[in-house]
């Protein structure tokens, strides 16, 4: 068995690092136990969402040979913005499917009717702004920018987002994904992007409450009457 000072300071490492890794390890159990009885489906909010929604179908589009841009042609995807169809090219141009016009964005009402078709009819509008940029912490980081920013007469705080650019709906946020992305953020302990597992405080915290956890074992062994009978009969 190892000496009384030996156990004594043993016992003050193991009583430090619990009090310093404390709060962590709370906030580590506390998001564990909010991920783990959480719907995920809820979380991306698709329960606000008409899961019903299809594309309409088009015809009477003009061919590519007929549209005059100033970039070949290497990426193609049609979409409905309004009830109309368009060709985005390229990931940069907006077409007019119909007539091959070049289109600069959509507007507030085209946003309107993307976001009435893909969220639940039951939700009222409140109010929508655009935003040009977001911060590493804002709910609708790295996405497309600018943004038209919906947000619905609800106690959840709904607000889906539909890209100015090329009419996509992008995103739905509520308050409990908002919970989720803080709880995520202390669990991951990246306090800047949320998804980086591989930060230098996480890996510090893990290894510190690995030997929090390997000196209680220890000051188990050293403290426990069992152990130092077995040991003495060894002798």
């Given at each position: 068995?190892?000496?009384?000072?030996?156990?004594?300071?043993?016992?003050?490492?193991?009583?430090?690092?619990?009090l310093?890794?404390?709060i962590?390890?709370?906030?580590?159990?506390?998001?564990?136990l909010?991920?783990?009885?959480?719907?995920i489906?809820?979380?991306?909010?698709d329960?606000?969402?008409?899961?019903?929604?299809?594309?309409?179908?088009f015809?009477?589009?003009?061919?590519?040979?007929?549209?005059?841009?100033?970039?070949?042609?290497?990426?193609?995807?049609?979409?409905?913005?309004?009830?109309k169809?368009y060709?985005?090219?390229?990931?940069?141009?907006l077409?007019?499917?119909?007539?091959?016009?070049?289109?600069n964005?959509?507007?507030e009402?085209?946003?309107?009717?993307?976001?009435?078709?893909q969220?639940?009819?039951?939700?009222?509008?409140?109010?929508v702004?655009?935003?040009?940029?977001?911060?590493?912490?804002?709910?609708?980081?790295?996405?497309?920018?600018?943004?038209?920013?919906?947000?619905?007469?609800?106690?959840e705080?709904?607000?889906?987002?539909?890209?100015?650019?090329d009419?996509?709906?992008?995103?739905?946020?509520h308050?409990?994904?908002?919970?989720?992305?803080?709880?995520w953020?202390?669990?991951?302990?990246?306090?800047e992007s949320?998804?980086?597992?591989?930060?230098?405080?996480?890996?510090?915290?893990?290894?510190?409450?690995?030997?929090?956890?390997?000196?209680?074992?220890?000051?188990w062994?050293?403290s426990?009457?069992?152990?130092?009978k077995?040991?003495?009969?060894?002798?």
């Amino acid at each position: 068995m190892v000496k009384r000072t030996t156990a004594v300071k043993i016992r003050k490492a193991h009583r430090y690092l619990g009090l310093f890794l404390g709060i962590q390890f709370i906030m580590w159990t506390a998001s564990g136990l909010y991920f783990s009885w959480t719907d995920i489906d809820e979380i991306h909010g698709d329960h606000f969402r008409n899961m019903d929604y299809e594309p309409e179908a088009f015809d009477g589009l003009i061919g590519l040979s007929q549209i005059n841009l100033p970039a070949k042609i290497s990426s193609l995807r049609l979409k409905e913005i309004g009830g109309k169809p368009y060709y985005w090219i390229n990931n940069e141009f907006l077409v007019d499917a119909r007539d091959g016009s070049l289109k600069n964005g959509i507007s507030e009402q085209e946003a309107l009717a993307v976001a009435q078709k893909q969220m639940s009819p039951e939700l009222k509008v409140k109010e929508v702004v655009v935003i040009q940029e977001t911060d590493k912490h804002h709910e609708y980081r790295e996405r497309k920018l600018p943004a038209y920013v919906i947000s619905y007469e609800s106690p959840e705080d709904i607000k889906a987002y539909v890209s100015v650019e090329d009419g996509s709906f992008q995103t739905v946020r509520h308050r409990n994904w908002r919970w989720f992305d803080f709880l995520w953020m202390t669990h991951t302990m990246d306090y800047e992007s949320r998804d980086d597992f591989n930060t230098t405080v996480l890996r510090a915290f893990s290894l510190m409450g690995l030997i929090t956890v390997l000196s209680g074992f220890l000051l188990w062994f050293t403290s426990s009457p069992t152990m130092r009978k077995v040991v003495k009969r060894k002798k």
